[in-house]
């Protein structure tokens, strides 16, 4: 096996609790379905695609954010999306994460 290789197999560890992560998912899900990404919530029903996820802004909307998830065809994708400025400036006044 090469160290490409090596470095791409998959060791799983159990971090949590089967009940707390259903927990997790479902209030990442909640988010996205009724927050932010609620203009999203209908690929489930359409497409057979979940999604989770969270925004989030820093002080005087400096950074912006957006975290999350989706599974599509039995396979599982994370994602992050970061917005801010190299040297920090505000993203104009009210520009929350789900704005951004």
Excluded: Q
């Amino acid at each position: 096996m090469s160290i490409i290789e090596n470095l791409c197999v998959v060791k799983k560890k159990k971090i949590l609790s089967k009940k707390t992560a259903n927990a997790i998912k479902n209030m990442l899900s909640d988010a996205a379905k009724y927050g932010a990404s609620s203009k999203l919530s209908g690929l489930d029903e359409k497409y057979g695609i979940e999604l989770g996820g969270k925004t989030g802004t820093t002080n005087d909307f400096k950074d912006a954010w957006f975290i999350g998830y989706f599974s599509f065809k039995d396979k599982k994708y994370l994602f992050c999306s970061f917005v801010g400025y190299r040297f920090p400036k505000s993203l104009g006044d009210r520009c929350f994460g789900a704005k951004v």
